[in-house]
Nanobody, 124 residues
Framework: QVQLVESGGGLVQAGGSLRLSCAAS????????MGWFRQAPGKERELLAA????????WYADSVKGRFTISRDNDKNTVYLQMNSLKPEDTAVYYC?????????????????WGQGTKVTVSS
């Protein structure tokens, strides 16, 4: 069974930065692409960023491109989301999830094994 645990959320002022971490249990982490999502109150969950199993490729949603960076450390079974230039509209619960294969997909329903989420609040 795969377990994902997100951390690093919190309250930050607009323009600030946060680094989210997602620690995975099990020995299969390095065999799968990973994604970061968020869900704001009253809105659908959206994919923000994804990364291939070996970091050979990344993808970003237009809403975060140039501000957020996804990375991973397979030795530590951890994927990260560096968030810079945060805006109040970035306020949401952030989740990591495992893709169904080594290569990233932008289809939300392709992801399984979700973490419990970490809350990010950006004040204006």
């Amino acid at each position: 069974q795969v377990q994902l645990v997100e951390s690093g959320g919190g309250l930050v002022q607009a323009g600030g930065s946060l680094r989210l971490s997602c620690a995975a249990s099990g020995r299969t982490f390095s065999s799968y692409a990973m994604g970061w999502f968020r869900q704001a109150p009253g809105k659908e969950r959206e994919l923000l960023a994804a990364i291939n199993w070996n970091s050979s490729g990344t993808w970003y949603a237009d809403s975060v491109k140039g501000r957020f960076t996804i990375s991973r450390d397979n030795d530590k079974n951890t994927v990260y989301l560096q968030m810079n230039s945060l805006k109040p509209e970035d306020t949401a619960v952030y989740y990591c999830a495992r893709a169904p294969s080594r290569y990233m997909t932008t289809t939300l329903h392709g992801y399984g094994y979700w973490g419990q989420g970490t809350k990010v609040t950006v004040s204006s």
